[in-house]
């Protein structure tokens, strides 16, 4: 069976630091991958997807980056955090687009 | 641009009644989803609607697709207070690899 996994779980930064969060999804192949973000007592946003390695289209222009190195696994990545970036982050994976199972979230407080 | 609308944002209940969640989206498609958010948790996939006419249920709760009226709905019956929770709807872009989420309806049921 399919699994995602997202790390952290919780972090706390400064403002101006950077950021790396990871999410990896075990037995899938060439999933499509997702990266969202959740405001508190909001609705999910759109940040990046991935249809495959090396392969990111961005929805939503901002201080954020996402890679996929490998074929298994998505990073969310920013060179300086803003107040803004606070929020629940979610990585989703996909078979050809259809239905999205997400990973348990990586909850984000920037002071 | 599709847009999906979820009616009611927000919905508190009395245990026991029956009410109806409502997601209208403005561009044709065939294929929807239906997720559940617990409170600081991540998204559960609940019903994937397929077809014009599908109809699911699990336990209490039963989703539609209308997709001539571009909506669906998702039934609660009895209502009982573990179904507090926010549901999304998605609506999947024919021929795209994202689906667009409504804003969630927060459903608060009383004991």
């Known amino acids: 069976s399919q699994t995602i996994h997202q790390w952290p779980a919780t972090l706390v930064q400064p403002v101006g630091s950077p950021l790396s969060l990871e999410c990896t999804v075990e037995?899938?192949?060439?999933?499509?991958l997702y990266w969202y973000r959740q405001a508190a007592g909001r609705g999910l946003q759109l940040l990046f997807y991935?249809?495959?390695?090396?392969?990111i289209s961005s929805e939503v222009p901002q201080n954020l980056s996402a890679s996929r190195p490998q074929d298994r696994q998505f990073i969310l990545s920013s060179k300086k955090l803003l107040l803004s970036d606070s929020g629940f982050y979610l990585c989703?994976?996909?078979?050809?687009?259809?239905?999205?199972?997400f990973g348990p979230g990586t909850r984000l407080t920037v002071l | 641009e599709l847009k999906v609308e979820q009616n009611p944002l927000f919905l508190s209940m009395q245990e026991g009644k029956n009410y109806t969640i409502y997601c209208n989206y403005s561009?044709?498609?065939?294929?929807l989803y239906w997720y559940r958010q617990d409170p600081g948790k991540s998204l559960e996939s609940l019903f994937v609607?397929?077809?014009?006419?599908a109809v699911k249920q699990e336990g209490r709760l039963m989703a539609s697709l209308d997709t001539k009226a571009r909506l669906s709905t998702l039934h609660i019956t009895a209502a009982v207070h573990d179904l507090s929770a926010t549901y999304f709807c998605?609506?999947?872009?024919?021929?795209?690899?994202?689906?667009?989420f409504g804003k969630g309806t927060r459903l608060h049921i009383l004991p």
């Open positions: 989703a994976w996909s078979v050809l687009g259809y239905e999205q199972f």
């Open positions: 998605a609506v999947d872009i024919n021929r795209d690899d994202k689906i667009i």
């Open positions: 991935s249809v495959g390695i090396g392969q």
């Open positions: 037995g899938t192949s060439n999933p499509n």
């Open positions: 561009t044709t498609s065939d294929r």
């Open positions: 609607l397929l077809s014009n006419g």
